[in-house]
């Protein structure tokens, strides 16, 4: 690094203007890295504080890094609810918010462990079916992508409560105000991602239906 200082500082036609003025571009692989070097070390903290919240927003990540694999491991427990009276589930608490995340990775949906998971202002264009092994989510958040439907599996999260899934270009036709408030019915829910299948590939509205038909029996 030295040496590439002081080539650029010998350099003909350097002018007096810009010879303290150094622009060290760092390559893609060294910026993902870096991303990927502070995710991990939230990771890290939040295991060791015995914490079940992680917060990933804003860090620039284009994907998610693999030691994300070993939240997994954080148990669901029970906490006792503000009335003294009930006990609430929680789970882990997954922020991915305001990143460049283009798709997620397979071992995420498999996570029966996530109870809340944001993914708002990223880069999706679409999420997989395999979400519906995120069986406990209750809360979920997928606004500003650039998703054209929701997955009709979304409809087999019982758990859930709260969707957001608006802004995005939804497919014309879709049913696009689809921010899910709390306390709402699963058969809303069913409904509510059925209409946002409206114009989604064949393929996904054959198996939609062959859920409804499903139910209907």
Not at 111 to 119: D, E, G, K, P, Q
Request: hydrophobic share 35%; proline share 5%; aromatic share 4%.
């Amino acid at each position: 690094m030295v040496s590439s200082l002081r080539k650029y500082r010998s350099a003909p036609g350097r002018g007096v203007a810009d010879s303290g003025v150094l622009e060290l571009t760092l390559s893609r692989e060294q910026i993902n890295e870096r991303q990927q070097s502070r995710a991990r070390a939230i990771i890290h903290r939040a295991f060791n504080e015995g914490k079940n919240v992680f917060d990933l927003s804003s860090l620039h990540l284009v994907a998610l890094p693999e030691d994300i694999a070993d939240l997994k491991h954080v148990l669901v427990t029970k906490k006792q609810s503000s009335s003294g009276c009930m006990f609430a589930s929680t789970g882990v608490h997954l922020y991915l918010s305001n990143n460049r995340i283009v798709r997620l990775p397979p071992c995420l949906y498999q996570m029966t462990n996530i109870t809340v998971l944001s993914l708002r202002g990223n880069n999706l264009r679409e999420l997989s079916p395999e979400i519906a092994g995120m069986r406990n989510l209750t809360e979920l958040s997928v606004s500003t992508n650039q998703l054209k439907f929701l997955p009709a599996e979304v409809k087999q999260l019982t758990k859930l409560h709260t969707l957001s899934a608006k802004p995005n270009p939804f497919v014309e036709g879709s049913m696009v105000d689809v921010d899910y408030t709390p306390y709402k019915s699963q058969t809303k829910l069913s409904e509510l991602s059925l209409q946002v299948l409206a114009n989604a590939p064949r393929q996904t509205q054959r198996r939609a239906n062959k859920d409804i038909e499903r139910q209907l029996r």
